[in-house]
């Protein structure tokens, strides 16, 4: 079964304070690696999909990388407006795991001004 | 244009009612799903159909009961509701997923609680 864990569950930063978000995962062949910001009473909000190990992908003050056992998320220089709850998502191969998303619980970012 | 839309987005019932949520999807999607977060915040799925036809059943107990006119919506019907089945519940959707990693598109959410 394929499995995901975010760390840590809660990231407190200063504006324009750099750091990173992680993701461990095991999957019976990785089809697909997933990003989506969370805000408050909201759906998640797609980010970046990663295919392959060595692959990067940047967007404003977010890049996402991804190795064969984990994916990084980088926020560089954060803004207040970055607060958001960060979720990490995998879509194998085996069975019938083509069509669904196995998530995360999740990264609470709070940046501070 | 909202992309999945799904209604309503605030329910609150009493145990043992029944209830239905509404979804819809104008992109084009062939597949559509149902997860479930929970007050822990996880997100879980429930349910998949691809062009109208059930692919992903996560042992969801059988008062949870999904119907898929066409391939455009994906309703969620739910009998004898319980307390234990408080949440929000998300329909998303996404292109036929053969291949590679396909993207799901999630819908704003519908918040149940049950009193």
């Known amino acids: 079964e394929d499995q995901v864990t975010q760390s840590p569950e809660a990231l407190r930063l200063q504006e324009g304070e750099s750091s990173s978000l992680n993701c461990s995962y095991t999957v019976s062949g990785l089809r697909g690696l997933f990003w989506y910001r969370q805000d408050p009473g909201k759906g998640p909000e797609f980010l970046f999909t990663l295919y392959s190990a060595g692959e990067e992908k940047e967007k404003e003050r977010l890049k996402a990388t991804l190795t064969k056992k984990e994916s990084f998320l980088h926020i560089t220089a954060p803004k207040p407006e970055d607060s958001a709850t960060y979720l990490c998502?995998?879509?194998?191969?085996?069975?019938?795991?083509?069509?669904?998303?196995?998530f995360g619980k999740g990264t609470l970012l709070t940046v501070n001004p | 244009d909202t992309a999945v839309s799904q209604t309503p987005k605030y329910l609150v019932t009493q145990m043992g009612n029944d209830k239905s949520i509404k979804c819809e999807q104008n992109?084009?999607?062939?597949?559509m799903y149902w997860y479930k977060q929970d007050s822990k915040k996880f997100l879980k799925i429930m349910f998949s159909y691809n062009n109208k036809e059930l692919i992903i059943n996560e042992t969801v107990p059988n008062r949870f009961s999904p119907k898929s006119p066409d391939k455009a919506h994906l309703n969620l019907h739910i009998n004898s509701l319980e307390l234990g089945d408080s949440a929000v519940y998300f329909c998303a959707s996404s292109q036929d997923s053969s291949g590679g990693g396909n993207t799901i598109y999630f819908g704003e959410g519908s918040w149940l609680t049950v009193v």
């Open positions: 992109l084009g999607h062939d597949t």
């Open positions: 998502a995998v879509q194998g191969r085996s069975g019938g795991s083509n069509y669904k998303l196995t």
